[in-house]
Nanobody
């Protein structure tokens, strides 16, 4: 069982930055792929960014490429999402998720077994 706790959400103006953090309880954190997903009101939950177990493979949704950066620190059981040049359309609840997979195919939502409670990100125009 893996417990995930997100932090770092909030209200920011368009063009600003936020850094989301996710603390994981897994003893074997380095064996999990990690992902950040978001869900806006009335919309499906979609992948934003994902990273494989080693950090050597990353995936980004087209809408965030060049603006968001996912990273992980296996020694600290942490995964991060640096969000720059934020836009109002980035407003959503952001979820951290873990997949018990050492594959490099990390983008599929169906891969993920464990989810955090989510953190709200609101970008004002």
């Amino acid at each position: 069982q893996v417990q995930l706790v997100e932090s770092g959400g909030g209200l920011v103006q368009a063009g600003g930055s936020l850094r989301l953090s996710c603390a994981a309880s897994a003893r074997t954190f380095s064996r999990y792929a990690m992902g950040w997903f978001r869900q806006a009101p009335g919309k499906e939950r979609d992948v934003v960014a994902a990273i494989n177990w080693s950090g050597g493979t990353t995936y980004y949704a087209d809408s965030v490429k060049g603006r968001f950066t996912i990273s992980r620190d296996n020694a600290k059981n942490m995964v991060y999402l640096q969000m720059d040049s934020l836009k109002p359309e980035d407003t959503a609840v952001y979820y951290c998720a873990a997949a018990s997979s050492m594959s490099n195919r990390v983008a599929a939502i169906t891969l993920y077994d464990f989810w955090g409670q989510g953190t709200q990100v609101t970008v004002s125009s």
